[in-house]
């Protein structure tokens, strides 16, 4: 079975690294700048919260769906500019961005066949919409599945990709990822994963949790000491809160990630500091480095996924007449990062009561 991981950044190098240790055939397509470092530190390093330390090189190397190099870990970069036969994949995971769909598509038809399975990895809502979409337009039916990262991946210096939280890859069921499991299961490098038939709950109840992702960004400081803090904390329940309400309203389905309801979620964030910290101490073990997604695109000036996010939040708000006030202002405060400008916790609470 060959795989695909098509925009390979953090999250995506980390699936390839942990596929690689379950001894699957693994091509990353990646920017440029991530396929010198990986050829240059010879592989991907994986590394954990809990210990973890491993390198491992990918099957090939692409930084578009005409070229590949280093094919194995014998094979040098000599060939890195020479066009080959584009590859077919049996299944693609894709690790872009949700707004950044509509511009591969031609790509993902070129590498996949009418049995390929394409498993979509975006954080919130509009992914599977985008790509069904797309196909239909062109008259090409794909087996088009969800899955979802439920912990915090860093990127770091000399090809290291750091897993800050607790938590294991959930991947639609199909055959393709099955074999994954199976594959994951018997290797001996303590790695899993989870498949879903249904996965609707699950991606309303992990955009739950990624409500936090444009607070961590604004916040600029990482999530455990983002979380010590009442304040930040308090504006996060907040934007659960309508969320929640929304999915009530609405008849959403909702997942529970967390050790406790996603009801009882912003009540247990309220917390005065000391209470949070003896009843939520699960949710603080985590890496005292650990930041958000949003808060590495903002500091690369790259667009960030706030549409899909607190931005869903806001437009399913207005269709079903659920007032948005905190996710409105966070949204609003993102897109001024986005612009260059700054913004505090301060003037999103502000806004919030503007």
């Known amino acids: ?56 090189m990918p099957d090939a190397l692409m930084t578009d769906i005409n070229q590949s190099v280093n094919k194995s870990r014998n094979k040098s970069d000599n060939n890195s500019g020479d066009n080959e036969q584009i590859t077919q994949f049996d299944v693609i995971f894709v690790t872009l961005k ?5 511009s591969i ?13 394409i498993v979509l990895m975006q954080n919130g809502l509009g992914s599977l919409e985008i790509l069904q979409q797309a196909f ?30 607790e938590g294991v890859f959930t991947f639609n069921t199909c055959p393709q990822t099955r074999a994954i499991d199976t594959a994951m299961n018997n290797a001996q490098a303590n790695i899993s994963c989870t ?35 009442r304040k930040t904390r308090k504006l996060l329940a907040m934007a659960m809160q309508e969320w929640l309400k929304v999915c009530k309203q609405a008849h959403l389905p909702l997942a529970q ?41 903002i500091h690369a000036q790259r667009p960030t996924e706030i549409d899909y996010l607190n931005g869903a939040v806001v437009k399913l708000g207005l269709n079903h007449q659920v007032a948005t006030p905190v996710n409105s202002a966070i949204v609003a405060g993102i897109k001024k990062l986005e612009q260059g400008k700054t913004i505090s916790i301060d003037e999103i609470y502000r806004m919030i009561r503007a």
Not at 139 to 161: E, H, M, Y
Not at 207 to 229: F, G
């Open 195 to 229: 498949l879903a038939t249904d996965m609707t709950a699950i991606i309303n109840g992990k955009l739950l949790l990624n409500l936090n992702n444009a607070l961590n960004a604004i916040c600029d400081v990482p999530i455990k000491q983002q979380l010590s803090q």
């Open 1 to 56: 079975m060959k795989i695909a991981i098509f925009g390979a950044g953090s999250t995506g190098c980390f699936l390839a690294g942990e596929l690689k240790l379950a001894k699957l055939d693994v091509s990353v397509i990646c920017r440029p700048r991530i396929k010198h470092s990986i050829i240059e530190n010879n592989g991907i390093r994986l590394t954990d919260y809990q210990g973890l330390d491993q390198r491992v």
């Open 98 to 102: 949700c707004h950044q769909l509509t």
């Open 105 to 117: 598509i031609d790509d993902l038809l070129a590498i996949s066949t009418q049995q390929s399975a």
């Open 136 to 165: 239909k337009n062109r008259n090409q039916a794909r087996q088009i599945f969800q899955g979802i990262t439920p912990f915090n991946v860093l990127q770091q210096d000399n090809a290291s990709f750091h897993k800050g939280t």
């Open 257 to 297: 990630f967390a050790k406790v309801k996603p009801s009882l979620l912003p009540l247990i964030l309220s917390l005065p500091d000391s209470l949070f910290t003896l009843i939520a101490k699960p949710m603080l073990a985590i890496d005292p480095h650990a930041r958000s997604s949003m808060w590495q695109d």
